[in-house]
């Protein structure tokens, strides 16, 4: 079992759609990585969090480090948002990511039709 | 600022070559990590570099890869020989610090036929 679990695997949605993705993990951390990754692209940071929430225009995280748990929402939803969405996080303890690394989840592909 | 830059973007190369991939991170970022994802899989942490010394290789999964950071500044990572299952996208990224954030280069996929 992978230590960071994402869900769903691919999520298909009509434009304007509010869009939740959950990423789940099983081990301590410090941070938890929200990155974006176009097509053919490479991947984009869109968030840092080890507590709380942050916004960025559309795009809302949250993360409840009691329960293990992290989501990415993107309000009023947009083709251009199609990418994957992967969840990482950088363990207190050694878990396969390096000392100081990201231990990733599978990713979650999304498109948005028009 | 510059990002990081990874070259090359692509790369096809037969069973048994050597391939060589480059890594410029963001000029004064000390930590540098190399990642990769082959096909359906979660990407992987292969390696940490702090300036130009491994501080962490134990996602390196076997000899036949060699990274080096010559000065701190650019990384290399080799492939020698190449294998069918080392096809996928390399990633580097850079950080200040472990208490910032990453930023990705755009990825360097090997495909090896």
């Known amino acids: 079992k992978n230590e960071v679990e994402q869900s769903p695997q691919n999520l298909t949605a009509q434009e304007g759609e509010f869009i939740t993705i959950n990423c789940s993990y099983s081990?301590?951390?410090?941070?938890l990585h929200w990155l974006q990754q176009h097509p053919g692209g490479g991947i984009v940071s869109l968030f840092m969090?080890?507590?709380g929430k942050k916004k960025h225009g559309r795009l809302i995280a949250t993360i409840n480090i009691q329960e293990k748990h992290s989501s990415l929402h993107i309000t009023a939803s947009h083709p251009r948002d199609s990418a994957v969405y992967i969840c990482?996080?950088?363990?207190?303890?050694?878990?396969?990511?390096?000392?100081?690394?990201?231990?990733f989840g599978k990713g979650t592909h999304l498109i948005i039709q028009p | 600022e510059a990002g990081v830059t990874q070259f090359p973007s692509h790369s096809v190369i037969e069973k048994g070559q050597t391939v060589t991939l480059r890594c410029d991170p963001i000029?004064?970022?000390?930590?540098l990590y190399w990642y990769r994802r082959v096909m359906g899989k979660e990407i992987k942490f292969l390696l940490h570099?702090?300036?130009?010394?491994?501080?962490?290789e134990s996602g390196m999964p076997n000899n036949r890869f060699l990274a080096e950071r010559t000065g701190g500044t650019y990384s290399t990572l080799k492939v020698q020989p190449a294998e069918l299952e080392d096809s996928g996208v390399y990633f580097c990224?850079?950080?200040?610090?472990?208490?910032?954030?990453?930023?990705f280069g755009s990825g360097t996929r090997l495909t090896v036929v």
């Open positions: 990224a850079s950080s200040p610090s472990f208490l910032w954030g990453y930023t």
């Open positions: 990482a996080v950088r363990s207190t303890t050694y878990s396969g990511g390096g000392a100081d690394g990201l231990t």
């Open positions: 969090l080890s507590s």
């Open positions: 000029s004064g970022h000390d930590n």
């Open positions: 081990v301590g951390i410090s941070a």
């Open positions: 570099f702090v300036k130009e010394s491994k501080q962490d």
